[in-house]
């Protein structure tokens, strides 16, 4: 500002000195309008930081009073568990009295306490995968139990015992057997013959009465099995060879 720009208020009150009442307030009325010049065309209000602005606008009512014009800054409002409080010393403080700030995760081997800030993750054990499907966190059990803990096991494919023996079997359903070798008692039919009718052919045989005293298999057979040559209407020649004895 210049001295030529200042009201001349000369030395002592009423010396003549001064300025003329009309040019102090033409010089009062220059400093307004700088005033207004520089307030009502180039002030303005900008956002400081990486944050979110709190400033929207500069509101001008287009006359040439710029003490009418207004600046809109944004409100603020309290969400979830949020509070917003008006101190005495101009400021408002923002608190979250019931945030989350810790979670216990408890396992069948110990705890752990997740903090604000950071993250746990979900891992599957043995047999165990973990995915994510929409909002839920799926665990899948791949793990193939033990026979032991099956109480209706059904085979997907041919079952490979890799040479080793099935014991301790209380009974086996079957619709069909190939080849191989069948051990211990077989209830049902082996080439459509029943066991039972073949069992017969090796148990309780009666031969009846026979001379003790045979020496050969083939004496044993003479006197042990009974020939049934039928009934002889007519005779005829029959030649009955029972080999030595």
């Known amino acids: 500002m210049s001295s030529h720009d200042l009201i001349n208020i000369g030395n002592i009150a009423n010396d003549g000195t001064g300025d003329e009442l009309r040019v102090a307030f033409r010089k009062i009325n220059q400093k307004f309008n700088d005033v207004d010049f520089r307030i009502g065309d180039t002030f303005d209000v900008v956002n400081g930081g990486s944050g979110e602005g709190l400033f929207v606008e500069r509101i001008e009512d287009g006359d040439s009073d710029s003490s009418n014009n207004d600046v809109l800054f944004k409100s603020l409002l309290a969400g979830d568990n949020v509070t917003l409080i008006a101190t005495g010393n ?50 899948t059990n791949d793990f193939v139990s033990e026979l032991v803990e099956d109480t209706s096991p059904t085979l997907g494919g041919q079952l490979d015992a890799d040479g080793n023996s099935i014991i ?63 009934t002889i209407s007519s005779p005829i020649n029959i030649n009955l060879d029972q080999g030595l004895v």
């Open 168 to 230: 301790g079997v209380n009974s086996v359903t079957a619709t069909d057997f190939i080849g191989g070798t069948f051990r211990g008692k077989l209830i049902g039919t082996v080439e459509n013959a029943s066991t039972t009718d073949i069992n017969n052919f090796f148990t309780d045989l009666d031969f009846g009465d026979f001379n003790q005293n045979v020496t050969s298999f083939y004496e044993y057979l003479i006197e042990a099995v009974g020939v049934d040559l039928g």
């Open 90 to 139: 101009n400021e408002i403080r923002i608190s979250a009295p019931t945030a989350l700030t810790t979670t216990d995760f408890v396992t069948d081997s110990g705890t752990y306490t997740l903090t604000t800030g950071n993250n746990v993750r979900l891992l599957g054990g043995d047999g165990i995968t973990t995915s994510v499907v929409g909002n839920d966190i799926v665990l």
